[in-house]
């Protein structure tokens, strides 16, 4: 059993490095991409999905998840931003290592609240604490903290662009910060209006490079550049499906929005990514989930829709690396979003032990390459 459990830790671990390596995900010349939601199917995962790997996150009274707010992996290891209280750590066999909340205070070695983190050299944990940028280490806790200026405000998750500067999210605005001039350098607007749904990865990196999408519901993703630019890579065209914010009337209350929302049939785009060899989009519509998957080699284009309480379906990732997407899905609704077919035997006999109460379990989709 050991040396079973030892050989699929050793596969998930090098799938994952290998993919999650820094590679220059290539961008097509065309940015438009033709949505036809009309032409879905029901989700058939294995059209798309090469394999499967599960990684159940050890459950222990001092690893209990509440939610799974981001997710990372890097250097064998998974990170768990966990309900913005803390970030847990597990090995790639999904062992638990440690939690940073054990420092979770308001000592001079702790913070109070982890809206996001980077993941440093030497495993040092760069943690956004409203408007304090606090460096974590384990076990010692917060070995370092520098305050931010109120002008970054109201403030949202944060990434690094380079080592001196990061970008940050705030409100409808991406504000590039220097550390070492202790200013904002640039700020770039989206839209001035807010709006009650947010896409789910409006800042990410991927592969080595950065991309955003603003928040509100949107067709466009933009890569950002050392340059503190943006340059659009991807344009999703829904024809007559499309929603955009020029059309909601000039005194339009934002609260009657969900309702109008779950009765529209316009398509409503969550999240979006370029890989190397296929770009994926994620969207609402009449209040089912959808995906769409393109063949960047012949565009061809298949859109899959989730069904309610059907079996086989593609939820949004909570990370992308490579060819690969990781959800960290919850027990009770793991079943829904498998393919038996494309899982190990000894993955497939997990299944048989998962308990309801346990901690998420980390599923990884390595995708066809066509």
């Known amino acids: 059993m050991k040396k079973c459990l030892l050989e699929i830790v050793c596969v998930v671990a090098v799938m994952l490095t290998a993919a999650c390596q820094d590679k220059r995900t290539a961008t097509s010349e065309g940015v438009v991409w033709e949505i036809d939601p009309n032409e879905a199917q029901d989700t058939d995962l294995s059209e798309f999905v090469d394999s499967i790997f599960l990684v159940p996150l050890e459950t222990l009274d ?23 209280s803390g970030i847990q750590v ?22 109070r609240m982890a809206l996001s983190f980077n993941v440093l050299p030497n495993d040092t944990l760069e943690i956004l604490d409203v408007l304090f940028l606090r460096k974590y280490t384990y076990p010692k806790g917060v070995v370092h903290s520098s305050h931010l200026p109120h002008e970054l405000l109201p403030i949202g998750p944060c990434i690094r662009l380079n080592e001196d500067t ?11 910060y220097s550390q070492s001039k202790k200013k904002i350098l640039k700020t770039l607007k989206d839209s001035p209006q807010k709006m009650p749904l947010g896409t789910s990865d409006p800042l990410y990196q991927l592969n080595g490079k950065l991309y955003h999408s603003p928040t ?12 503190m630019e943006k340059k659009l890579v991807l344009q999703l065209d829904f024809g007559r499906y499309n929603f955009s914010m020029e059309d909601l009337p000039e005194n339009y209350d934002m609260r009657s929005f969900f309702k109008d929302w779950e009765s529209d049939d316009r398509a409503y785009p969550f999240t979006k990514y370029v890989l190397d060899d296929v770009c994926i989009a994620f969207f609402q519509r009449n209040n089912d989930l959808y995906v769409a998957v393109k063949d960047k080699a012949t565009n061809a284009t298949k859109v899959y829709r989730n069904r309610v309480k059907a079996r086989q379906q593609m939820m949004v990732p909570h990370y992308v690396c490579g060819d690969s997407l990781l959800h960290a899905s919850e027990p009770f609704y793991l079943p829904y979003l498998i393919d038996t077919t494309l899982m190990r035997k000894s993955d497939i006999a997990r299944l048989d032990s998962v308990d309801e109460t346990d901690n998420p379990i980390i599923i990884i989709y390595k995708l066809k390459h066509p």
Request: charged residues 25%; proline residues 4%.
């Open 216 to 227: 509100y519901p949107s067709n466009e993703l933009y890569m950002l550049d050392e340059n």
């Open 62 to 84: 001092e690893s209990l998840i509440k939610s799974v707010t981001t997710l990372t992996y890097t250097g064998h290891k998974f990170y768990v931003n966990n309900s913005r």
């Open 166 to 176: 990061l970008i940050f999210r705030s409100g409808e605005e991406l504000k590039y």
């Open 90 to 111: 597990y090995g790639s066999n999904g062992k638990f290592l440690y939690s940073t909340e054990k420092h979770r205070g308001p000592g001079p070695n702790e913070y």
